[in-house]
């Protein structure tokens, strides 16, 4: 079975750091870009962050470049995400998220999701 | 670069059939075949329905099915179930200096 499994959540002090892991099962890593997606309480979904399959190419939104930075170890099946100088809007469910895989999307990458973990709360607050 | 935009909830009974628009710009919706939808139920994770504008992944039933004109994507659900009561968002890859990938706001579908 294909599975996301996402850890690291928890309570931070504004200025903190964390790091948020993602376990993946059931896939071959290497073969597939990974994204970060995140959820503040009772709002809509927010993209955060894309990883290529060899990991050299990292995209960024705006509000967390310089501060997150994402990163895998496909021999250890696991994405990560390290998030520091975290602020209080920063506060949501962040979810790993897999790309659908190119071969099925008409110009390679298709900027779609296709298996998305439970989510990891982060709560930024003091 | 502003969240694509969705009327925040529509509405209709068992066996009806909505449409849910997505409006964006030519920076995103407009440019690129790349508009992806996603159910949300309550507490759960997002669920990939739609890809590629119009394509659905294995396993999505046919009764989801969405197209693009211009700048706005659309999202119809046929038949409707009472398992379709969720949140849907759609996404688009967007040329912009500010992200990659933006979604939308956002719709909440209630069957009736």
């Known amino acids: 079975e294909v599975q996301l499994v996402e850890s690291g959540g928890g309570l931070v002090q504004p200025g903190g750091s964390l790091r948020l892991s993602c376990a993946t099962s059931?896939?071959?890593?290497?073969?597939?870009?990974m994204n970060w997606v995140r959820q503040a309480p009772g709002k809509g979904l927010e993209w955060v962050s894309y990883?290529?399959?060899?990991?050299?190419?990292?995209y960024y939104t705006d509000s967390v470049q310089g501060r997150f930075t994402i990163s895998r170890e496909n021999a250890k099946n696991s994405v990560y995400l390290q998030m520091n100088s975290l602020r209080v809007e920063d506060t949501a469910i962040y979810y790993c998220a897999r790309s659908h895989h190119p071969a099925y999307c008409s110009g390679g990458n298709c900027w779609a999701f296709d298996i998305w973990g439970q989510g990891t709360m982060v709560t930024v607050s003091s | 670069q502003s969240a694509l935009t969705q009327p925040a909830s529509v509405s209709g009974s068992p066996g009806q059939s909505i449409t849910i628009s997505c409006t964006g710009t030519s920076s995103d919706v407009g440019s690129y075949n790349l508009v992806s939808w996603y159910q949300q139920h309550p507490g759960k994770a997002p669920k990939l329905i739609v890809y590629d504008v119009n394509k659905r992944p294995s396993g999505v039933s046919n009764r989801f099915s969405a197209s693009k004109s211009g700048n706005t994507a659309s999202l119809t659900i046929s038949g409707l179930q009472a398992e379709d009561e969720a949140d849907y968002y759609c996404?688009?890859?967007?040329?912009?200096?500010?992200?990659?990938?933006?979604f939308g706001g956002g719709t909440k579908l209630t069957v009736l």
């Open positions: 990883l290529s399959g060899g990991g050299g190419i990292k």
């Open positions: 996404c688009s890859y967007a040329d912009s200096s500010s992200s990659y990938v933006i």
């Open positions: 059931g896939f071959i890593l290497s073969s597939y870009e």
